[in-house]
């Protein structure tokens, strides 16, 4: 048990509730300080249909729900972080208080600080609460790097808010691949089964390495071999492994397109998989994730008719300034976002001696069957038999992604592309971004898979400025 002296005293600062309005049962043992000024930023932050305004409705619905737990006599004394969920249990691991500012805390900010702007404000409420509690550990949580950078400048404490971090280190992320050592077959292999089921080869292995293989791995051997294989699944000590399909060749195109490398073979292997009902593919510009998703779908959809359609959407965030209100439908309106999708589809519908109206009968066939939607109309549908390809999905939180991969519904394929390098959200790092969570999260499961593409396929050109710039 923590004792009083011990249990840290955490100040939140506005943007924390905003990005995790659970953030408040967060903390577990210690306790939460909420300055009056975070309340007046979350009520002029509640107004419109943005998931920060969401977020700053939900945060004070919680508030307004622990208030109502305490008699107006005990605010002082601190209101307890009791939570309880659906079937009426009650989270062991909130065991602190949270304080409200009741009166106006006053310290002395240095003249280049005016107390007039919000952050400053909090700040001077930080620096009265640490001298007022000289034995307690008071801390600053906030998703504003300048906030901590002031609060430490002012020998104050002051943390990120770490909770929603999925790993340490984004090299800590799981590949979806493993290099097999050269002896793999025989320390595997004394005990080795093999098979062929529907034209597809298998193999049973036990060794030392099986029990850190994930469903739907990617196993490769760097020698001569060429040996590349999938794990299926793992059981009593022993996995069952599958011979990849090799993608490569002009015979086995897809939809016109060969892979070109190791990574896009498995990507292939993956995205053609019908028992495969979701695929994250992480890559930097030019490795090919838009390009093969597509040319896979197209496949799925045209060919096998596995689906209904395509729909392709990506969240709106833009690079340069903002190119402001844009009129029509929905699918007009994201046209200049889906630039990269609609790219890699004409380079799909485009044949070397095809004439102009037989492309255009082409591009209009496909766009019949492709779809672009926006992701702020997503919440509440349900999508059946669809093909769903979310790009930029390394701008999305992990909320965001929870809300979208749950519109899924039977027969529905979703793929997740992004590159954890590129993200333009605020406030979202390598480390907490939503891709980086569901890669995470659905690493164990046998239906989902994930591998991260390595090499860059898109020029010579491009290649050469991803390395040099």
Known sequence: MTSAADRKLFMLDTNVLMHDPASLFRFQEHDIFIPMIVLEELDHGKKGLSDVARNARQASRFLDELVHLTALDDIDQGIPLTRTDYAGRIDERCQGRLFFQTRRLAASLPVSLPGDIPDNSILATLLALSEECPNRQVVLVSKDINMRIKATVLGLRAEDYHNDQVLDDVNLLYSGAIELPPDFWDTHGGKMESWQERGRTF?????????????????????????????????????????????????????????????????????????????????SAGTGKTLLALAAGLVMTLDQKLYREIIMSRETIPLGEDIGFLPGTEEEKMTPWMGALLDNLELLSSHENAGAWERAATNTLLLNRVKVRSLNFMRGRTFLNRYIILDEAQNLTSKQMKTLITRAGPGTKIVCLGNIGQIDTPYLTGTTSGLTYVVDRFKQWPHAAHITLRRGERSRLADFASDAL
């Not at 015979?251 to 397109?257: D, P, R, T």
């Open 203 to 283: 193999y049973r292995v036990q060794g030392p390495l099986v029990k850190d293989f994930f469903p739907n791995q990617y196993l490769y051997l760097a020698d001569e071999s060429q040996f590349e294989a999938i794990v299926r699944r793992r059981e009593n000590g022993s996995a069952v492994i599958e011979l990849a399909r090799d993608f490569r060749t002009p015979q086995h195109a897809v939809w016109g397109i060969q892979a070109r490398n190791r990574e896009q073979n498995f990507a292939l292997n993956v995205l053609l998989d019908p028992d495969i009902d979701f695929v994250t593919l992480l890559g």
